[in-house]
């Protein structure tokens, strides 16, 4: 069964950084597109970035020139970086796996809360 693992949320303060990861087990994972999502309370879940198999890149415009997301796939492992965080940054965080174009293949990890607090 193929398992999404989230790891490195937590509670930062304002201006603070962080970096989540996930690894993936049981997929091919070169194969997949992968992204992160959030879901802050009473929100709908959003797409905060994702990167092809191609490694092409794609951005919210809230977290544009904060965030950056890359993979690497010998470790089976999509990172994001995020800088300059604000108290709007705080949320569950998803990470996804998916085929393009139809997400034919489709799985989530269980999230990991970012809280941005002073």
């Known amino acids: 069964q193929v398992q999404l693992v989230e790891s490195g949320g937590g509670l930062v303060q304002p201006g603070g950084s962080l970096r989540l990861s996930c690894e993936g087990s049981k997929l091919i994972f070169s194969l997949y597109a992968m992204a992160w999502y959030r879901q802050a309370p009473g929100k709908q879940r959003e797409l905060v970035a994702e990167i092809t198999k191609e490694y092409s890149t794609n951005y919210a415009d809230s977290v544009k020139g904060r965030f950056t997301i890359s993979r690497d796939n010998a470790k089976n492992t999509v990172f994001l970086e995020m800088n300059s965080l604000k108290p709007e940054d705080t949320a569950v965080y998803y990470c996804?796996?998916?085929?393009?174009?139809?997400?034919?293949?489709?799985?989530w990890g269980q999230g990991t809360q970012v809280t941005v607090s002073s």
């Open positions: 996804n796996a998916y085929t393009r174009p139809s997400r034919q293949y489709d799985y």
